[in-house]
């Protein structure tokens, strides 16, 4: 007989809350390893809710906790992943979104903080670094920082042009380009003019 959906996803945040690092811990996935368990249905829309089934995941806590266990791997797919299940999941985007820009310090030795949807805050820094790509169709600036484990999170407009109010204008390979520094480096986040 097969598991009810909703039962796997509620075992599934009963075994993460139980970890003995406790359930704000990002736990080691990079060292997990199981075979695929199968698609759950979960989807993470561009405006960073959680659907499982269609219908929104109103427990802030449960999509902290999921956030902790995903991952994106070599082909492109997200996965929820504990040391005995893998489990596909859908994602419009990016699996979070990045707001509340922190500036600590100034010049080179400025620190950017973002903070994502789950409560995470970043330092824009080596461990996680800020790009700028664009989507394909609009050509609209898509500028993320990585979290871990190959997931990002997108800056919200609000955020991004925070950051371009920071911006400064260099040469970099014998083109102008603009970019914020951050823990003693420039991040590019768009071409001069």
Request: hydrophobic residues 35%.
């Amino acid at each position: 007989m097969t598991e009810h959906p909703v039962q796997k996803l509620d075992d599934l945040a009963q075994s993460l809350n139980a970890r003995p690092d406790g359930p704000r811990a990002r736990p080691p996935i990079d060292q997990w390893h199981p075979e695929l368990t199968g698609d759950l249905d979960l989807v993470i829309r561009r405006d960073g809710q959680w659907l499982y089934e269609g219908k929104p995941i109103a427990r802030e806590a449960t999509v902290r906790l999921f956030s902790s266990i995903l991952r994106r791997e070599d082909d492109g797919e997200f996965y929820l992943v504990t040391p005995v299940e893998k489990w596909r999941i859908r994602v419009e985007d990016t699996p979070l979104l990045a707001h509340s820009l922190t500036v600590i310090g100034a010049g080179e030795q400025r620190v950017l903080q973002l903070t994502t949807n789950v409560g995470e805050t970043l330092d824009v820094s080596e461990a996680h670094p800020l790009s700028v790509g664009h989507y394909p169709s609009s050509h609209e600036p898509r500028p993320v920082i990585h979290v871990a484990h190959g997931v990002n999170a997108r800056l919200v407009t609000a955020a991004f042009y925070e950051l371009a109010d920071l911006a400064e204008e260099r040469q970099l390979d014998g083109e102008t380009v603009f970019g914020v520094m951050s823990h003693g480096k420039f991040w590019k986040i768009g071409q001069g003019g």
